[in-house]
């Protein structure tokens, strides 16, 4: 068969090779150059033809060209060492060279091949550097890498995936031994998870937990494995993936939410048990009034011939109205835990005030004088009127309670209102004339359940100011008055 390249000739191969190449002859001086060595020197045809080699090459070369014509066999090679050819601008590159003698026609001639030794070493480190990050990331992310032959069920893994299933270096492990490590509780799980990212209709996405017992210390670890299938022609080819270590973090999860549960229980405990203590709150005067009338309302019935019908009937309405207002006091406590919608009216605070001292009285704290400072004209307010009305009359039961448990004489209890200077709102001052508090004392009253007073519930304060925070306004005590206790609270006016 005749040879297609026959007539192909030495000048054409050698313009074609992508490597520079020059010939030289024995007196060092440039008999012919490719393409390839015309373009990396930056020179034309003529002008490098005759030119001495010396010109082009390093001088660690100069000194061995001699020594290579006389052992034409010689190789010489950067090898990592650093050799430079010039080219025409003078611009040095960093080569390997490569020679090999040719001989013809009695002249030994020599083939010198340039390599763009940079672009090989820069290309080795950059290899090298990679795998460098690539072995640095997994140390830091603690994972290790898998490599499945799904067809073989064979599979290539690193040494931390080694270390995880327990297994001595330069010793592999079969995938029996590797899948009979994993727990098995998990190990349908994982399998469904596997069946899924074999199936090509699919993403081929594999990602699951899973545990492992290490056949050597029997320590169980959890893990967590991503991977990705790759398909050819819609057959599953080779999944590759990650293992995690995610044991500490498990544990963590799991101690976070036992102490979630935990937290939750005394939440709630804590919920149920202010509930029950602003219910008592609300329902221990108007019971205390109940039965005071109750007690009225059998005495006037053991008069003989119920000689006194109009006691009776008063002691029962009083019966009346106390439970009606426990009634409402319930709701209007109910609504404010289920956090619902606020109602609110516009009305006049100084006729609140008068209501509330009204209902103190009523209640049986009547025992004080009342100054009342009000600010003429004032606009309305928007709350909700219960509510603040409630306020008002827990400040003044706290300040006769403190007046008749100090004994003190001069009971009076100064209410003023006017609007407050800073902030543009409705402002309300109870003062009274007790003991005051003591800074131990003032520094606990917001506090739920904190009480001095031997029947006292220690939810009064606590109520009001939510009640009063409800409404847009603040509650506060003032601190620095010489005698007695000072209460502010501030509610916004309608406009
Ligand atoms: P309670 O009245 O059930 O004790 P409060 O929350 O209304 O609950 O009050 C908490 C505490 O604040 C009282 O026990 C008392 O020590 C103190 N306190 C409240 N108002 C006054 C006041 N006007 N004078 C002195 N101490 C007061």
């Known amino acids: 068969m005749a040879n297609p390249l026959k007539d192909l000739s030495f000048g054409t191969l050698f313009d074609a090779a992508l490597d520079a190449m020059w010939l ?39 000194e061995n060209r001699d020594a290579f014509f006389k052992s034409p066999e010689m190789r010489y090679k950067g090898n990592g060492t650093d050799l430079f050819v010039s080219s025409s601008s003078g611009k040095k590159l960093a080569v390997d060279i490569g020679l090999s003698s040719i001989e013809t026609q009695g002249h030994v001639y020599i083939l010198i091949t340039l390599y763009p030794a940079q672009k090989h070493r820069e290309a080795e480190q950059a290899l090298r550097a990679s795998e460098e990050r690539l072995r640095l990331a997994k140390q830091a992310a603690k994972f290790g890498i898998f490599d499945l032959d799904p067809n073989k069920m064979m599979f290539d893994y690193d040494e931390k995936m080694l270390e995880l299933w327990g297994g001595k270096a330069n010793k592999s492990i079969s995938y029996k031994q590797f899948v009979a490590a994993i727990h098995p509780e998990d190990r349908a799980a994982r399998q469904v998870e596997l069946d899924r990212c074999f199936d090509a209709a699919g993403n081929g996405e594999y990602n699951i937990e899973y545990r492992i017992t290490n056949p050597n210390d029997g320590i169980e670890r959890w893990l967590s494995v991503i991977g990705k299938m790759l398909f050819e022609d819609g057959l599953p080819k080779r999944l590759m993936g990650i293992v995690r270590d995610v044991t500490e973090q498990k544990v963590l999860e799991k101690t976070l939410q036992t102490e979630r549960a935990e937290t939750q229980t005394v939440f709630k405990q804590q919920v149920a048990a202010r509930t029950a203590s602003a219910i008592a709150h ?31 009937k008063r002691a029962l309405e009083g019966c009346v109205t106390q439970a009606q207002r426990a009634g409402a006091s319930l709701h209007e406590l109910l609504a404010f835990l289920h956090e619902g919608d606020l109602i609110t009216e516009r009305f006049d605070l100084n006729i609140c005030v008068k209501e509330a001292l009204t209902i103190a009285k009523c209640d049986g704290y009547n025992n004080f004088q009342p100054i009342l400072l009000l600010q003429r004209k004032m606009p309305a307010v928007l709350a ?57 004392t003032a520094k606990r009253i917001f506090e739920p359940f904190f009480t001095t007073k031997p029947t006292g519930i220690g939810m009064g304060l606590a ?21 007695g206790a000072t209460f502010h609270f501030t509610i916004p006016f309608a406009s």
């Open 24 to 62: 030289v002859n024995d007196t060092g001086y440039v008999v012919e150059a490719n393409t390839a060595a015309l373009q990396l020197l930056e020179y034309s045809e003529e002008a490098v033809l005759g030119l001495s080699v010396e010109a082009l090459i390093p001088d660690q070369f100069r």
């Open 282 to 312: 609300e329902l221990n005067q108007p019971l205390a009034a109940i039965s005071a009338y109750s007690e009225v309302a059998l005495h006037a019935l053991s008069e003989p011939n119920n000689a006194n019908p109009e006691k009776l």
């Open 384 to 440: 909700n009127r219960i509510q603040v009305q409630k306020v008002l009359v827990n400040l003044l039961r706290n300040a006769v309670e403190a007046m008749r448990l100090a004994g003190v004489a001069d009971n009076e209890i100064a209410v003023q209102v006017r609007t407050h200077k800073n902030t543009s709102m409705a402002h309300a001052t109870v003062k009274d004339s007790g003991p005051g508090l003591t800074p131990e």
């Open 463 to 483: 109520i009001s100011r939510a009640l009063i925070e409800a409404n847009g306004g603040q509650l506060w005590f003032e601190s620095n008055t010489k005698a």
